[in-house]
């Protein structure tokens, strides 16, 4: 399969792209990758790299959505910005999927405005994966739908649940609604009426109800349904108190230590990977036509790789036709 | 001053509740405190704590509200229950504030049932005193207003910000708005219109403008203003992934030390004393007449007497006073 990858997005410019890439190619035989992005930059990247011609391509794109700009003057003012051709190439077939590290508000946008979305699905949203005390869990939306309608969380509920059972092999994905409680009859008017239809719908016997902030870690929920405005909130603060509480760890519990300091630093740096977002391949844009992994910017070659893995997996596995077809045993809806 | 303790709240009983009251009349010479419960349960739990009867007084209350109960039935069923006299104290002003440690929606219910709320204020709210990288913050509101309107939002930002200027001692407290991004137009029209009234208005000298998830735990923003959905999010996010982190920690970094496993293990144990919730007091209801401090529902006497210490303070500070005087400084709006 072929996926395109956004080159020139992300803080760091396209050596990581293209190094991404390059570890990509090596770990999937079945994958070509069309880089998107300035020829005259690429071109020497692409050499260094001994990437493989055959199953790398560039595709020209002259200009680039820089990371602070606003998404919809990006989209009028450079429809040939590099992420925007990415989705071209996705609505003419020329790719079945696009990774991209840029401006997340303009790999959304653009994906919104071909209004390729799949059959039964009002409003996609970005789907990210959690590390909990069990595993993995899936949070769905963070953020490409702030003010959502409830069948919009209910579709979000099936996605995710397609998403965690396909990508992250969970057999019987549970599903939990973020909320400020508990009980039934807890939080505002968007979230009671959600949870009335999860709890009597086809999703009912793998509904667990409303779950609280703290319930996220512990790991007995597969898949969080939310919002797109809280979702992004719980995403960066989940970033932010890892990063905290990890200085605070390097200052009051390692740094003292008389003997074992070498030793402890190595286990920090140990953790600090396996929990770091690079280990989980992006966060898709689910219920689009093809495949959409958006990256964090800062994401360096071992983070593009696993974007462009988990890709290439959704490709593999047929994700969106299994989504459609549990899109299509809900009973219908308004929107 | 007479500080009202809920002493049946809490998921402890009243053994905390009596032991909290103990260590805060100690701390605070100028403190009496009314025990509010069972006066059965009460009495020995006094008698042995060897509390001066002189500034520790029992008032009866036959009922306790569970921490389960939905708020509006127990205010129904259970007008006699220890919370709800505590309000009752207050407002027939024979105490100058109240604790509790129970059902925390049950608070809130029984403070905006006597509707004395303070001049100017539309709606009370929750802070809660987070710490940061570099000192603390205030986040408001986490929990009385699931569904606020932007002149609240308004409101918590002045309060939020009295109360880090005279009880965290913050000169200047820095607001800043939580949103899904940094630029003037990002999340849904509740931000966007409470960005506009912060921007245009009395606090726009110490408004940053939209803050992310991941600029809380950094420590430039001294008061987080948000709506009760997220705010409540929020703070139990950051509980679960601290609990989360810190047991990570202690299994992959603590365990496998060769020398120093027990100096390390000491030092997880004074961090996670100095982050615990019982350090920071409780989380004050601000906006109603009186003074109502909402605990932790695991609080033990350290937490307990914290909470009492604030409320003190609040009291001797004449935060309401102050609260008053700087929404009096805001343009009229509507709510």
Avoid at 96 to 122: E, I, M, P, Q, W
Avoid at 288 to 311: F, P, T, Y
């Amino acid at each position: 399969m072929r996926i395109a990858l956004d080159a020139m997005g992300g803080d760091h410019g396209p050596g990581p792209n293209v190094g991404g890439a390059r570890l990509a190619l090596e770990a999937n035989p079945d994958l070509a990758v069309v880089l998107v992005g300035d020829r005259a930059q690429l071109e020497p990247l692409v050499a260094a790299a001994g990437v493989p011609a055959s199953r790398c391509e560039i595709v020209h794109a002259p200009n680039v959505v820089e990371m602070k700009e606003k998404p919809a003057e990006a989209m009028r003012r450079k429809p040939d910005a590099s992420v925007f051709v990415c989705w071209k190439l996705m609505a003419e077939g020329a790719v079945d999927g696009l990774v991209s590290a840029g401006n997340t508000g303009a790999v959304v946008a653009g994906g919104l405005k071909t209004r390729r979305f799949l059959k039964c699905v009002h409003r996609p949203g970005i789907a990210t994966v959690m590390p909990t005390a069990k595993g993995r869990c899936v949070i769905m939306d963070v953020g490409a739908n702030v003010f959502p309608k409830p069948r919009h969380l209910l579709e979000y509920g099936v996605m995710g649940g397609v998403f965690a059972k396909h990508i992250l092999n969970v057999p019987e994905p549970k599903l939990g609604l973020m909320n400020v409680g508990e009980e039934e009859g807890k939080g505002h008017e968007l979230v009671q009426k959600t949870y009335d239809l999860f709890r009597n719908g086809p999703l009912k016997d793998r509904f667990l109800g409303n779950i609280e902030g703290r319930d996220i870690h512990r790991g007995a929920i597969d898949v969080v349904v939310t919002d797109g405005f809280t979702g992004n909130v719980v995403l960066k603060l989940c970033e932010g108190v890892f990063e905290f509480v990890m200085n605070m760890v390097n200052q009051e519990i390692v740094a003292p230590l008389p003997n074992d300091r070498d030793v402890a630093t190595q286990a920090v740096r140990g953790l600090l990977g396996k929990y770091h977002y690079s280990a989980f391949g992006g966060a898709p844009l689910l219920g689009v036509e093809g495949v959409c992994i958006i990256c964090h910017g800062s994401s360096k070659d071992r983070a593009i790789a696993n974007a462009l893995g988990v890709a290439a997996l959704d490709v593999r596995v047929k994700l969106n036709e299994k989504i459609v077809a549990e899109l299509e045993a809900l009973p219908p809806g308004e929107e």
